[in-house]
Protein backbone atom coordinates (compact mmCIF):
# COMPACT_ATOMS: atom_id res chain seq x y z
CA UNK A 1 0.00 0.00 0.00
CA UNK A 2 2.48 2.65 0.88
CA UNK A 3 5.31 1.89 -2.01
CA UNK A 4 2.98 1.97 -4.49
CA UNK A 5 1.14 4.84 -3.46
CA UNK A 6 4.40 6.50 -3.01
CA UNK A 7 6.31 5.35 -6.50
CA UNK A 8 2.34 6.44 -8.23
CA UNK A 9 1.31 9.24 -6.12
CA UNK A 10 -1.95 8.22 -6.29
CA UNK A 11 -3.79 7.21 -2.66
CA UNK A 12 -6.36 3.76 -3.54
CA UNK A 13 -9.46 5.77 -3.11
CA UNK A 14 -8.90 8.57 -5.88
CA UNK A 15 -7.28 5.41 -7.92
CA UNK A 16 -10.56 3.45 -7.71
CA UNK A 17 -12.49 6.93 -9.13
CA UNK A 18 -10.33 7.21 -11.55
CA UNK A 19 -10.83 3.82 -13.14
CA UNK A 20 -13.48 5.66 -15.56
CA UNK A 21 -10.09 7.12 -17.22
CA UNK A 22 -8.96 4.14 -18.85
CA UNK A 23 -5.48 5.74 -17.96
CA UNK A 24 -3.27 2.70 -18.22
CA UNK A 25 -1.40 4.04 -15.14
CA UNK A 26 -4.15 3.99 -13.03
CA UNK A 27 -5.48 0.63 -14.17
CA UNK A 28 -2.18 -1.11 -13.57
CA UNK A 29 -2.00 0.26 -10.22
CA UNK A 30 -5.65 -0.71 -9.32
CA UNK A 31 -4.27 -4.52 -10.94
CA UNK A 32 -1.34 -4.23 -8.26
CA UNK A 33 -3.12 -2.88 -5.68
CA UNK A 34 -5.92 -5.90 -6.19
CA UNK A 35 -3.01 -8.53 -6.50
CA UNK A 36 -0.97 -7.16 -3.10
CA UNK A 37 -4.32 -7.21 -1.60
CA UNK A 38 -4.70 -11.30 -2.62
CA UNK A 39 -1.38 -11.74 -1.76
CA UNK A 40 -1.43 -10.19 1.83
CA UNK A 41 -5.07 -12.10 2.64
CA UNK A 42 -2.91 -15.55 1.55
CA UNK A 43 -0.39 -14.69 3.35
CA UNK A 44 -2.20 -13.85 6.38
CA UNK A 45 -4.41 -17.24 6.20
CA UNK A 46 -1.52 -18.89 6.22
CA UNK A 47 -0.39 -17.81 9.53
CA UNK A 48 -3.22 -18.14 11.11
CA UNK A 49 -3.61 -21.45 10.02
CA UNK A 50 -0.18 -22.45 11.01
CA UNK A 51 -0.67 -20.54 14.90
CA UNK A 52 -3.99 -22.60 15.04
CA UNK A 53 -2.60 -26.18 14.48
CA UNK A 54 -1.11 -27.37 18.16
CA UNK A 55 2.04 -27.26 19.13
CA UNK A 56 3.80 -30.61 19.68
CA UNK A 57 6.80 -30.87 21.99
Given at each position: ????????????????????????????????????????????N????K???????
Amino acid sequence: FGIGWGLVGICPGPALSLISSGQPMILLFIGAMAAGILLVDKVWNRVLEKARQPRTA
